[in-house]
T-cell receptor, first 118, second 115 residues
């Protein structure tokens, strides 16, 4: 059974700092890995998706890396801003067909609550 | 981009009543829909997966008679919480996927509070 762990559970930083959020997963046989952002009481916004064959993806101030063999991913946020404050969720997708499903189940970590203060 | 809506965004009900939550894909055909629940400060847990026109597949530990899922069309799935109890209070999020793609689009969630 896939388990996804995110460290730290919470992080508070001053504005402008570069920061790293960590995600680890127990089963390296993944199809892809995705980072999401969730604002309080809201749904999920997809930030970055890394296919299992890729090492990293970048979007603006965000960079996500993937080391499938070691079961790890990191989300790097450069020059953090108060508007980045949110919960960041990591999720890994099983390969289609795994576990008897055709869609590839998505397993989420518990998230890192990020607070960027001015 | 693809949009998934949920209705209502929040609902308060009395213990013992049933509550229906709707999930709609607004600009694409959702062949598969997923229902998740999220307790405060916890992650999303998959409850069930439904394919249009078929019975839903429930995750282990989720009572299918309590959480009724109907996916009657390619743009609508409903989750009915029957005989709701305070422990059913949670944030329910739906997600939709179109045929031939891996991308899941998430709805904004529904906050259910059972008194």
């Amino acid at each position: 059974k896939q388990e996804v762990t995110q460290i730290p559970a919470a992080l508070s930083v001053p504005e402008g700092e570069n920061l790293v959020l960590n995600c680890s997963f127990t089963d390296s046989a993944i199809y892809n890995l995705q980072w999401f952002r969730q604002d309080p009481g809201k749904g999920l916004t997809s930030l970055l998706l890394i296919q299992s064959s890729q090492r990293e993806q970048t979007s603006g101030r965000l960079n996500a890396s993937l080391d499938k063999s070691s079961g790890r991913s990191t989300l790097y946020i450069a020059a953090s801003q108060p508007g980045d404050s949110a919960t960041y969720l990591c999720a890994v997708r099983q390969p289609p067909g795994a576990g008897g499903t055709s869609y590839g189940k998505l397993t989420f970590g518990q998230g890192t609550i990020l607070t960027v203060h001015p | 981009g693809a949009v998934v809506s949920q209705h209502p965004s929040w609902v308060i009900c009395k213990s013992g009543t049933s509550v229906k939550i709707e999930c709609r894909s607004l600009d694409f055909q959702a062949t598969t829909m997923f229902w998740y629940r999220q307790f405060p400060k916890q992650s999303l847990m998959l409850m069930a997966t439904s394919n249009e026109g078929s019975k839903a597949t429930y995750e282990q530990g989720v009572e299918k008679d309590k959480f009724l899922i109907n996916h009657a069309s390619l743009t609508l799935s409903t989750l009915t919480v029957t005989s709701a109890h305070p422990e059913d209070s949670s944030f329910y999020i739906c997600s939709a996927r179109s045929l031939g793609t891996d991308t899941q689009y998430f709805g904004p969630g529904t906050r259910l509070t059972v008194l």
